[in-house]
Nanobody, 124 residues
Framework: QVQLLQSGGGLVQAGGSLTLSCTAS????????MGWFRRAPGKEREYVAA?????????EYADFVKGRFTISYDNEKTTVTLLMNSLKPEDTAVYYC????????????????WGQGTQVTVSS
């Protein structure tokens, strides 16, 4: 089992920045990548970004965050971080980190473990 504990988030004005972190504990050798998803009020959960935990240079982003968000992973700390710049009101959502043993990075069903979620609110 893997436990994911999220931190960060909060309220920020449009154009501002926030950082989300997610630390894994437990059987941390079993997952191969970590990702971030979000769910805005009244909307479906959507994929944000993912990163390989063994090759940190391999990352993937949803089109709507490319150039604004950066995902990184510290294997020693088993922590994935999402740096969010140039935030927009439409980025307001609950953000979830997740760890996957295998599968398509952008598909929520590929993820086996989930964090508790953290609220990000961007005011206009």
């Amino acid at each position: 089992q893997v436990q994911l504990l999220q931190s960060g988030g909060g309220l920020v004005q449009a154009g501002g920045s926030l950082t989300l972190s997610c630390t894994a504990s437990g059987s941390t050798d079993i997952y191969t990548n970590m990702g971030w998803f979000r769910r805005a009020p009244g909307k479906e959960r959507e994929y944000v970004a993912a990163i390989s935990r063994w090759t940190s240079g391999i990352t993937e982003y949803a089109d709507f965050v490319k150039g604004r968000f950066t995902i990184s992973y510290d294997n020693e700390k088993t922590t994935v971080t999402l740096l969010m710049n140039s935030l927009k009101p439409e980025d307001t959502a609950v953000y979830y980190c997740a760890a996957s043993i295998a599968g398509t990075w952008s598909t929520a069903d590929s993820y086996d473990y989930w964090g508790q979620g953290t609220q990000v609110t961007v005011s206009s």
